[in-house]
């Protein structure tokens, strides 16, 4: 692969002149990266090679039968392979080390084509370290790993190797990169309304087509990597390269990205590379019997808000093992790319803990930054986009880092999207601590519009954060117990009923079409999925009440959650058509305080809101750029979308053609209270 050529000061500088100052820091950064780049592409055979470490590392079987595994583990000085194939016999299968610590064995086949170590089965390594301790560990780059609770938390390796015949093969190519990526972020084990774990089997056959008719066109799938504890929600990963086993086989998960593939859905993984669980016996930490293998030794190589431990970047082994476990889930599951969660606390070295981002560039550039942790990001993101120019890669950053979406090339740090954590923060603030009279359109606009030039987000009013224990979904803060009682057609449309369904409306329509460049929507949060999200966990007597989603009540037909679901697919199925998603920045020519009112226009279209939680407007007077003829498309006001019929889709209206609010022409409509309105021509 070529070296990447010399790093251009000018290309950071035509998207921001602020940056001036901080260009050498930028610099020195993009020169550490090069440097791990030309080592790769001299030693390793480039990232192609590089990448694939799963091809050597781990277990691999070859057409004869014949098992290689290898393993790195450095401090050790004895190793052997155990398990159910040896009767767990601790002397008969010893390992060899080469110069670099990395031990390995040659298993030849029982008859030709037949493994020694059968499908399925459980496997360890025993080591001894040089004190003459014996430690055992599940294999680092293990593909299955599964935990019997009624024996013990802790988790059991297993020799993946299904027959051809059990293996899934893909049917359907990627879909195309989408033109700008609707996501629906989900998580397999809640996705079922019966109180127990969901399997990768039902989402495929009943999650995936609620996607594809709501109109998401990208999937992102979390808590996937196998991590021991259900209640951390993925995020305390054990085994990097073992697909969570209490939703089903690999397999099983094969066939739902295919399927998703089927119906041109692409899917990304929440890939957790900022940290990693702290277990000894079922994990990363101490794999060898030292501090210092895959992590950095002592407080640096440990997260004191997480009790996790902090990935040594540096090392050539690690960057081995953290690539390459990118590639396998690209390779092996057919995944399109990944949400990294946790970026602010990988690139800064106080972790984000206690600290404030105010937006000032020495906060970015100064010595808080990470440059080791920001150089690995660099690389994942070269890597994966020089393998695959489709990939996306999206960043969870709430710091607002410069140049985070910007390529590697262009002195950036190489993702696609960035997530706007800012804007779902916004509502929840709103909703706890403002009355609908105090709200800001001021600053609501420039919360949905403040994200840096040339670098692409992905808005979104609520995610999982918000729905999660200790705090509840938007819905449920703006109706709180009389969904209850009150979601029936059979009941009376009562006013908290009725705010909450315009608001719940009006707020995912402002954010979609205003707030950036890609949209997320949390897994039953677009019909209004009352109360919050709390795992099987000691303090609720792992209890499954709050950690499924009720799609009862959005299918059953008198409930008033089928409304906003429309609403939902009707926003989404709009801008597919419409694509303002990808079109420039929105122009707001107005943002009135008393009125309530909120009018831009993107892609073409006129988007209006009337916040007010009284006032209706009577030809009231609208800028517009673009004359000629405009009619409804859309309106929060109809039946369909549990509305009033005030307004109806339709109706036209006719600019005229003086200056109004910053445009050449403007037209008058009527808008009732609590209403949103989307105009084209």
């Not at 030309?38 to 057409?63: A, H, P």
């Not at 399997?199 to 999650?207: A, C, P």
């Not at 999937?219 to 073992?242: D, K, R």
């Not at 089927?262 to 957790?272: A, F, N, P, Q, R």
Request: glycine letters at 8%; aromatic letters at 12%; charged letters at 20%.
């Amino acid at each position: 692969m070529a070296a990447t050529s010399a790093f251009d000061p000018q290309s950071v500088l035509n998207l921001d002149g602020y940056l001036e100052p901080f260009i050498p820091t930028i610099a020195h950064r993009h020169e550490r990266f090069q440097k791990w780049k030309d080592t790769i592409d001299k030693y390793e055979g480039g990232y192609e090679k590089f990448t694939r470490g799963f091809d050597k590392m781990g277990f691999n079987v070859k057409e004869s039968g014949e098992v290689v595994y290898r393993e790195w583990a450095p401090n050790t000085t004895e190793a052997h392979l155990i398990g159910d194939f040896n009767q767990w016999n601790r002397l008969s299968h010893p390992l060899k080390k080469n110069d670099f610590g990395v031990w390995e064995i040659t298993l030849p086949p029982k008859a030709p084509g037949v493994c020694a170590i059968p499908h399925d089965s459980k496997v360890k390594i025993s080591m001894i370290t040089p004190t003459g301790a014996r430690i055992e560990r599940i294999p680092a780059w293990i593909q299955r790993v599964t935990q019997d609770l009624t024996f013990s938390p802790a988790y059991e390796g297993r020799f993946w190797n299904p027959s051809t015949s059990e293996r899934y093969q893909f049917k359907n190519p990627r879909p195309p990169q989408p033109r700008a990526i609707r996501i629906y972020e989900a998580h397999v084990g809640i996705s079922t309304s019966e109180h127990r774990v969901g399997t990768y089997k039902e989402f495929t056959k009943d999650t995936l087509p609620r996607i594809h008719a709501l109109g998401y066109n990208t999937i992102q799938l979390m808590a996937v990597m196998e991590h021991p504890y259900y209640a951390s929600f993925g995020y305390q990963v054990t085994s990097f390269f073992a697909a969570s086993s209490r939703y089903g086989t690999p397999e099983e998960l094969r066939e739902l990205v295919d399927t998703a593939h089927s119906m041109g859905i692409t899917v990304l993984l929440d890939v957790v590379h900022s940290h990693a669980c702290k277990n000894v016996l079922d994990g990363l930490n101490a794999f060898d019997g030292t501090d210092h293998q895959y992590f950095h030794e002592g407080s640096k190589g440990r997260h004191e808000l997480w009790d996790s431990r902090l990935f040594n970047y540096g090392s050539h082994e690690v960057l081995r093992f953290l690539l390459s476990n990118l590639r396998f889930y690209m390779e092996e599951y057919q995944f399109d790319g990944f949400r990294f969660d946790g970026v602010t606390s990988m690139m800064y070295v106080h972790h984000g803990i206690g600290t404030g981002f105010s937006g000032g560039y020495p906060d970015y550039f100064g010595p808080g930054a990470d440059e080791e942790s920001i150089v690995y990001l660099m690389l994942a993101n070269d890597a994966m986009h020089a393998l695959y120019p489709s990939v996306i890669t999206i960043a969870e950053d709430v710091s607002g880092m410069p140049l985070l979406c910007v390529p590697v090339s262009q002195g950036g740090i190489g993702f696609d999207y960035r997530l706007s954590m800012a804007i779902p923060d916004m509502w929840i603030k709103l909703l706890k601590h403002k009355t609908d009279d105090e709200w800001d359109m001021g600053n609501i606009v420039h919360t949905l519009t403040d994200r840096r030039h040339g670098e692409k987000s992905v808005a979104y009013a609520e995610s999982h954060d918000q729905a999660l224990v200790g705090d509840k979904t938007l819905a449920f803060w703006l109706m709180d117990k009389e969904m209850y009682t009150h979601m029936s057609d059979l009941t009376p449309m009562t006013p908290i009923i009725a705010r909450g369904l315009s608001l719940h409306k009006m707020i995912r329509l402002l954010v979609h079409s205003l707030g950036g460049e890609g949209y997320l929507n949390f897994e039953g949060n677009e019909f209004g999925h009352p109360e919050w999200l709390d795992f099987p966990r000691e303090g609720n007597n792992n209890s499954f009440q709050h950690a499924r989603r009720q799609w009862n009540i959005v299918d059953d037909q008198i409930l008033r959650y089928r409304y906003l679901n429309n609403f939902d697919a009707a926003i989404n199925h709009l801008e597919e058509e419409h694509k303002w998603l990808s079109a420039p920045q929105a122009y707001v020519s107005l943002k009135h305080g008393g009125d309530k009112m909120v009018a831009y226009e993107r892609s073409g279209l006129l988007f209006i809101f009337n916040f007010h939680p009284t006032k209706s407007f009577t030809d009231y007077r609208i800028g517009v750029d673009e004359a000629g003829e405009y009619h409804i498309i859309l309106t929060s006001d109809e039946k369909k979308f549990g509305g009033f019929e005030n307004v109806t889709c339709g109706g036209k209206f006719s600019t005229t053609p003086t200056e109004w609010n910053g445009r050449k022409n403007w037209l008058q409509i009527y808008i009732p209270s609590r209403t949103c309105l989307v105009l084209g021509k």
